[in-house]
């Protein structure tokens, strides 16, 4: 009798027992009900443990999009901020940073139903120190030239501190303000027909005022008070009206605009700017590359990003601001301030790693997370040394389409302080 329970015990176990991932199927049974024990791999676990992480700070972001989904928020606030049956779309627009403030505003666009490369916009940005921007863009194909399109383009801004730090850059301790007004008018029209997929070019001509003078902010110092040593850029209190001409052509083979996950986008680009008083001329030349490698599945990608621009004199020794190098918030160093570094010569490469978090229903919209390493130097007749190289890294949100970006947050470290700053329906 024991010997018998004994026999039906083991029976029982043995059915029960796990079959190693490496023996094969029991004879008879299906692939579709076939399921070994997965293999654990640790190094891909221990890459997506901050994934994890941060998609806990972010439950309460995931709570209020569930909300927008359950009662359809968005297609209620896209009916209201639509017109003449979807052609005319109204966006809020609004940028925080550190140097700039808060900024808000609004863009018109409109596209055309039955060509969507027919679209015009015209936004504005005002921020609380009274500064503004104000743009607007056309873009129209034109039949007789192979559907290459005309672009017009007008740009005007007002920036009463803009942060100055003399032309290598400078010290932190050496900031100054200054006000930097700009007026841009440019006509282009497209090197390439329509049905080059890959490539594209972009020749332009048109005219560019500056306005430099000293700056207003407290606690700042001006540029340019008399008992001031701190020599002021080329231009500096006068309106300098330049005619300017660029071209420009790139390779792109990224899969989506917005939210690219492989592809490689490399850029070349040469503007010129003349004084048309005589005095100041420059040309800006600049190459530039991203690689978007996918690492992880999911959409997780690697972004390799490296790129020169030089800026030469056309004739004498000084260059136009306009057309020297930048380096800074907006120019591949996120944790300084905006255009921080200026001078003849620019190097950069950086490193970011993106990965999704959330995606709208089947829209395409997603939000990405992102974290990055980047180093540059900036520098003129002297080679670049260790003094003149600098540094960041951090990380963000970005809200995304596949055809564009949307909003991005982003938060950026130095070795001289942090930089965040918010951009929606803007220029970040």
Do not use: C
Not at 122 to 144: A, K
């Amino acid at each position: 009798m024991i010997t018998r329970w004994v026999l039906v015990a083991a029976l029982v176990l043995a059915s029960t027992a796990p079959v190693r991932a490496e023996d094969p199927p029991p004879p008879g049974l299906t692939t579709e009900t076939w399921h070994h024990e997965p293999r654990l791999d640790l190094h891909w676990q221990l890459l997506t443990l901050p994934e994890r992480a941060i998609e806990l700070v972010f439950v309460p972001f995931g709570l209020a999009v569930a909300a927008v989904e359950r009662h359809r928020i968005d297609r209620r606030v896209g009916r209201l901020l639509s017109f003449w049956e979807g052609r005319l779309k109204l966006s809020p627009r609004m940028k925080i940073s550190f140097g700039d403030g808060l900024g808000v505003g609004l863009k018109l666009k409109y596209k055309q139903p039955f060509d969507t490369r027919t679209q015009a916009s015209l936004g504005f940005v005002v921020r609380v120190n009274r500064d503004f921007l104000v743009d607007s863009e056309l873009q129209q194909p034109i039949g007789s030239l192979d559907d290459r399109s005309l672009h017009v383009n007008a740009f005007v801004e007002r920036d009463q501190n803009e942060r100055f730090y003399r032309l290598g850059g400078g010290s932190s301790s050496m900031r100054r303000v200054m006000t930097n007004n700009l007026q841009v008018l440019t006509a282009g029209l497209d090197l390439q027909p329509v049905d080059w997929y890959d490539y594209s070019g972009l020749f332009e001509v048109g005219a560019v005022r500056q306005t430099l003078g000293p700056g207003l902010e407290l606690g700042e110092i001006p540029l340019g008070e008399p008992d001031d040593s701190f020599a002021p850029p080329p231009g500096f209190g006068t309106s300098t009206v330049y005619a300017h001409a660029n071209i420009s052509g790139s390779y792109d083979t990224r899969d989506t605009l917005g939210r690219p996950s492989r592809g490689l986008h490399a850029e070349l680009r040469a503007a010129l700017y003349t004084d048309v008083a005589g005095g100041l001329a420059g040309a800006n030349l600049r190459a530039a590359g991203a690689w978007f490698l996918p690492v992880l599945p999911e959409a997780r990608v690697l972004v390799l990003n490296v790129g020169a621009s030089a800026a030469v004199p056309l004739f004498g020794e000084t260059i136009p601001l306009v057309a020297l190098s930048q380096l800074g918030r907006e120019h591949h160093l996120r944790g300084y301030d905006r255009a921080r570094f200026r001078d003849r010569y620019a190097v950069w490469a950086g490193a970011e790693y993106r990965f999704p978090i959330y995606e709208y229903l089947t829209t395409g919209v997603g939000l990405d997370t992102f974290v990055f390493l980047e180093g540059a130097s900036v520098f003129g007749a002297t080679p670049p040394s260790r003094e003149t190289f600098a540094y960041s890294a951090g990380g963000g949100l970005r809200i995304a389409a596949e055809t564009k970006l949307v909003s991005q947050l982003t938060f950026g470290w130095s070795p001289e302080g942090i930089e965040i700053f918010i951009g929606s329906e803007v220029k970040l």
